[in-house]
């Protein structure tokens, strides 16, 4: 093994552990509603979404314009919420539960 491919182990094991510890931290939730989305996306650099969490509780979580559109997240989405310190973001879950063909 040289130096290539122990680098190249070490930057997979790396990303791996922070992902399972971003797992272990976020709460899944599913998007109530979206807010500014009268904007156009790309022109925003985030924005804003009412999301109930597991617990019942309805909290106001931001998303970057990426996230939405990579997950081309709509009202009744499944999502990861993190709570960090500038107030809760959103993220996309690994796995979702109800999998769902979103042409259909």
Known sequence: ???EHATLLFLVAVF???EVFRANRGIRG??????DVGSDLVTL???TATVKLQDGNEINATL????VCI???K???EVRVTDSRSGYVIDLPWFRQNC?????
């Open 30 to 35: 599913v998007i109530l509603s979206m807010n």
């Open 100 to 104: 769902k063909n979103k042409d259909a």
């Open 71 to 73: 997950g081309q997240l």
């Open 64 to 67: 970057d314009c990426c996230t």
């Open 75 to 77: 009202v009744g989405d």
């Open 16 to 18: 791996v552990v922070a």
């Open 45 to 47: 650099p985030s924005t």
């Open 1 to 3: 093994m040289n130096l």
